[in-house]
């Protein structure tokens, strides 16, 4: 299993807002929610992709794609 250490400035950020001590459940779940996001981010960017072409509202159109 590959191991990513993030540095993401927003991410650090995130999480020394998690850490406050007074900190609201509500707001340690949002906090929690958009380090996920940022993290998924991360984990995908290597996704690989393939180009096809679909109909756009203007003609066929090259997209990237992910690959199943």
């Known amino acids: 299993m ?3 250490e993030v540095k993401h ?3 650090k950020h995130k999480l020394g807002l998690m ?4 900190i609201s459940t509500k707001r340690f779940r ?3 929610s958009e ?3 940022l993290l998924t981010y991360e984990a995908t960017a290597d996704l690989e ?4 072409t679909i109909e756009g509202w ?3 159109v090259e997209i990237d794609q ?3």
């Open 49 to 52: 992709t393939e180009k096809v």
């Open 35 to 37: 380090v996920g996001s």
């Open 19 to 22: 850490r406050e001590q007074d």
């Open 66 to 68: 992910n690959q199943r």
């Open 2 to 4: 590959k191991i990513v």
């Open 9 to 11: 400035p927003l991410v």
């Open 30 to 32: 949002e906090l929690a």
């Open 58 to 60: 203007n003609g066929p």
